[in-house]
């Protein structure tokens, strides 16, 4: 077995101690899973191991591994660790390789403060490899993400930009972004017509995150550039964040129907729907609130643009972009009235929601009526937004209607509620209140079959930590006892807040509550399947990274083989960001009911990379992304575990809504 038996059971049941007793192994292979472990576990108990096993060690492939390591405990946000391991590795230790030197800069990036810049830009002047100045570049970006960056960073930049690499010149534009400094706009604007899309959509992206005020004396070109880039670049990418990053300037409304009309709304819109809905989403963000709306000009905007019967999703982009500008002026025109009245009889589902999404931007109980109808849709995610859009209206029919909502057998929306009610301080007035609902939400969750996912769990737990109820205790006591190491540890956590006793003891020794056959992985390791994803768009072809992410891999074949996946929407699409599904409620809260373990490794987010969706270390499921372009920030956050071989064109077509048919796993014999 690739992976032996003893480390497979310490990684799955996160076994620390096990785990550095295999760093001694004489067997690279055996050593270098065990190192790679580290970087999932993210152990600050690990640092002194570290810090003694990477100076004496031979195998380039462990050292690499015990780099990536020192970084990922970057993500802890522990200053005092942070400012340890820096000193560590500017102190001690020296790279001799390039890939070393990759991963030492990288490593840098995740913990470092000034210093690490320094060290970063000496490692820089001294070697022209085109492969570490991109991974200089995009430490630089990670550093200036955690606030630090300095006038040289820039001077560095200035030089790199011109590179004649289109990876270092992409790395560049991503540092630009990140480091957002209006002082480098005259500068950057030289590249918005790069041979390289990626240079040209960062570079987009850093002029829409420096928010450059109409005082200065770039402003004009600035917009002016914008527009061109929205109505003229040729790749979709870079049109759909020249729309997203006009949205971070305020302009009147004249200006926003010239500047986005044309490419959303208009005959002469652009061909590509993500496009579009960024430049929809962007009407919202950029209204300067200039008008006073009348029914005149109400009614106008509703004979022209939402008229479809067979509304979209750019429909319902487009009345959300509305109701976020003007709110409950809304309700005032009879147009607005005749669309609320008709939505229960839209047809797709996730119009409807994202339709009781947009009413949530409004206060007024003249929505009750609607609400009322939208608690009985059979999808689930019209439900979950029309409690949060009840939330928002402050009287007793609505406080009413949320609380009768507690009683559902589904676990997503119980959470919801109980949240959604532990805020209310009308239920928290007494102790007798307090003493009714906690049984209330404990009742309602012991009815329920369904099994809850990790988020559902834990959102009972924090909606009776909230309550704060003692009678709470011994049903939350429970969780300390659950298979999922996420939930027990959480719940024991939270009881120590609130009671100040500690209940480390009472953790299970052990936590796995997956169904996985493990032994299969031998299968996949030596077969290497791929897997052929059918779309109501088409094909998409994975290539799976087995040895970076065995138990991602192993739970993806073992839930296509069961069909999970078959007729799962996609649920969340960004526009030249991700794709997302694998959930069997279409919601984006669901799950098969079970957590693995996260896989953090060194592979990096480019274009079409595939990773696990989570809401946390340890807490993936069923639900997996496709990446439209790159996306470092991502990177050693979330686990990747395959890419696609083929189909980034059906990738680029998929909208929300869409479906997976079915995903075949094609076995090599």
């Known amino acids: 077995m690739v992976y032996k038996q003893n480390l497979l059971n310490a990684k799955i049941e996160r076994k620390n101690k ?22 999932e576990l993210q152990d600050s108990n690990s640092i002194l191991l570290i810090e003694e096993k990477i100076k004496t060690e031979k195998s380039d492939l462990v050292y690499n591994a015990y780099l990536f390591s020192l970084g990922q405990l970057g993500f802890l946000n522990n200053h005092n660790l942070n400012l340890r391991i820096e000193k560590f590795l500017i102190e001690q230790i020296e790279p001799n390789k390039d890939t070393q030197y990759q991963l030492y800069v990288d490593a840098l990036s995740k913990v470092g403060y000034q210093n690490s810049i320094i060290k970063i830009l000496e490692i820089a002047k001294k070697d022209t490899n085109p492969t570490l100045k991109k991974h200089v570049n995009l430490s630089l970006a990670r550093l200036a993400n955690r606030n630090q960056k300095n006038i040289n960073v820039i001077t560095y930049l200035n030089e790199s930009i011109t590179s004649k690499n289109d990876d270092v010149r992409w790395s560049a534009a991503y540092a630009y972004m990140r480091i957002s400094d209006t002082n480098t706009v005259k500068y950057i604007l030289n590249y918005v017509k790069d041979s390289d899309p990626r240079v040209r959509m960062d570079i987009v992206r850093a002029i ?27 790749d979709w990418r870079v049109r759909s964040n020249a729309a997203s990053s006009l949205g971070n300037y305020k ?81 005032e025109n009879g147009e607005f009235i005749e669309y609320c009245k008709k939505v229960n009889q839209i047809k797709n589902a996730y119009v409807r929601a994202k339709i009781f999404e947009s009413l949530s931007n409004l206060t007024s109980p003249d929505l009750m009526v609607y609400y009322k109808t939208a608690l009985n849709d059979s999808f689930l995610l019209v439900r979950y937004q029309t409690i949060e859009g009840l939330s928002k209206i402050n009287n007793n029919e609505a406080r009413d209607l949320i609380f009768q909502s507690i009683n559902t057998s589904d676990p997503t929306l119980l959470s919801i509620v109980a949240g959604k009610i532990a805020e209310d301080t009308v239920y928290r007035k007494d102790d007798s209140k307090k003493e009714a609902l906690t049984k209330k939400i404990i009742q309602a969750f012991e009815s329920i079959r369904k099994p809850f996912d990790t988020e559902g769990k834990i959102g009972v737990i924090d909606a009776l930590i909230q309550i704060n109820h003692k009678s709470s205790y011994p049903f939350i006591k429970t969780f300390i006892k659950d298979p999922e190491n996420k939930i027990s540890t959480y719940a024991a956590e939270q009881l120590e807040k609130t009671t100040g006793v500690s209940y480390k003891d009472s953790l299970p020794k052990t936590n796995s509550n997956t169904s996985l056959d493990y032994k299969k992985l031998d299968q996949i390791f030596v077969k290497k399947p791929k897997a052929k994803i059918h779309t109501s768009k088409g094909l998409i072809e994975l290539v799976f990274h087995t040895s970076e992410a065995p138990i991602s891999v192993l739970n993806f074949v073992e839930l296509a083989e ?57 807490t993936e499921g069923s639900q997996w992304f496709i990446t439209h372009s790159d996306q470092t920030h991502l990177d050693g956050r979330y686990s990747i575990f395959a890419s696609v071989e083929n189909g980034m064109d059906v990738v680029d077509q998929i909208q929300v809504g869409d479906q997976v048919k079915k995903i075949e796993i094609v076995w090599n014999e």
């Open 18 to 39: 096990e785990i550095y007793k295999l760093l001694n192994k004489e067997s690279e292979t055996e050593r270098l899973n065990a190192v790679r472990c580290l970087g």
């Open 208 to 234: 829409g995150n420096m928010k450059i005020n109409k005082t200065n004396e770039f402003y004009k070109t600035t917009i002016n550039t914008l527009i061109e880039i929205l109505h003229n670049d040729p």
């Open 251 to 331: 302009f009147d409304f004249e200006d926003i129907k010239k500047i986005y009309y044309l490419t959303a709304l208009e005959k002469t819109k652009d061909k590509n729907e993500h496009v579009r809905i960024s430049a929809i989403r962007s009407i919202a963000k950029s209204y300067s609130g200039d008008i006073k709306p009348n029914n005149v000009f109400l009614d106008d905007l509703f004979d022209r643009y939402l008229t479809n019967t067979d509304k979209n999703m750019e429909n319902a982009e487009f009345f959300n972009a509305l109701c976020f500008m003007f709110g409950n002026k809304l309700l």
């Open 562 to 618: 069961k069909k999970y996946f078959e007729g799962v929407y996609f649920h969340r699409v960004v526009p030249n960001f991700v794709i997302q599904t694998g959930d069997p409620t279409g919601t984006g809260w669901g799950g098969p009911g079970y957590s693995i373990v996260s896989e953090y490794n060194t592979l990096h987010y480019s274009r079409g990379v595939v990773g696990m969706a989570s809401a946390g270390k340890d």
